[in-house]
């Protein structure tokens, strides 16, 4: 039987419960950074981390660093991340000569990471969640402490049937 599991790096608790809900669709294990177990038994690892400042944090990439470094040969890789921004555009490279979505930008460093491991598969079924923030009543954005939402929560976990259904 092909066997998979969800991990992930978070800073404040988002990424996790979009990682848990990707595991149920996938009727998975799912495990933080700092408690990866020996990935010998598994055929598809799911992985996830978070946006800061428009890119993945330091602490994304030693996390992916870690896991290249892990028994990943042969395996299929599917990512995932959260984000705080509402919007695709970066506001970091909105007026560079190259414009980029947060999307692009995560999506490609974590797969640089991970694809030095020459023998892995990563797979183009990716997931992502835009973060929701609220306008205060003086037309400000404050972060969602309630983020993710239910809907993000539901797509979290249609993703995981997907790669199921791809298994
Ligand atoms: C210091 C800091 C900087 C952040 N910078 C960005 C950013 O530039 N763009 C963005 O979309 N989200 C940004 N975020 C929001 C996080 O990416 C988002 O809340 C994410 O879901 C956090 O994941 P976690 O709860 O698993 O740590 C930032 C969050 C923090 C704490």
Known sequence: MVKAIVLYNTRTGSTEKVAKKIAEGLDAEYRSNKNIPDLKEYDLVVT?????????????KRYLRKLRRKNIAGKK??????SGSPDDI??????????????????????????????????????????????????????????????????????????????
């Open 48 to 60: 996830g981390s978070w946006v800061i400042m428009g890119m993945l944090s330091f602490a994304g």
């Open 77 to 82: 890789i599917a990512l995932f991340f959260t």
């Open 90 to 167: 970066n506001p970091f490279t909105k007026d560079s000569d190259n414009p980029r979505t947060t999307k692009q930008i995560m999506f490609e460093s974590m797969e640089n990471i991970l694809s030095k491991n020459k023998d892995v598969t990563i797979l183009q079924n990716r997931f992502y969640c835009k973060g929701i923030v609220k306008m205060t009543k003086k037309g400000k954005v404050q972060a969602n402490p309630d983020h993710p939402i239910e809907e993000d929560l539901a797509q979290a976990k249609a993703f995981g049937e997907q790669l199921k259904k791809q298994l």
